[in-house]
């Protein structure tokens, strides 16, 4: 079957850094348009950043500059960089396979920006 995991998350400072990692298995990798989510306490799930099948990214505007999305697809593993952390990058993240629509999800790391 399909999974999804996520790993990398934790406590971190801010103006820190930390790598997520999401290892897949049960589909073709490379054929996906892979994307990281977060969801706040009290807050809708949004796209934090999207790498498609040929790695073009998008983010969106909060994390431009301080991270980066990248695929292996040796690996079956997409990674975020997340620099310079707020306390307001605060979440779950979710790891995200999207093909045609349709696609499936990890359960998700918690990242805890603070001092």
């Known amino acids: 079957q399909v999974q999804l995991v996520e790993s990398g998350g934790g406590l971190v400072q801010p103006g820190g850094s930390l790598r997520l990692s999401c290892a897949a298995s049960?589909?073709?990798?490379?054929?996906?348009?892979m994307g990281w989510y977060r969801q706040a306490p009290g807050k809708q799930r949004e796209l934090v950043a999207s790498?498609?099948?040929?790695?073009?990214?998008d983010y969106t505007d909060p994390v431009k500059g301080r991270f980066t999305i990248s695929r292996d697809n040796a690996k079956n593993t997409v990674y975020l960089q997340m620099n310079s952390l707020k306390p307001e990058d605060t979440a779950v993240y979710y790891c995200?396979?999207?093909?045609?629509?349709?696609?499936?999800w990890g359960k998700g790391t918690l990242v805890t920006v603070s001092s």
């Open positions: 049960g589909i073709t990798f490379s054929m996906y348009t």
């Open positions: 995200n396979a999207m093909l045609n629509g349709g696609g499936y």
């Open positions: 790498i498609s099948r040929i790695s073009s990214t």
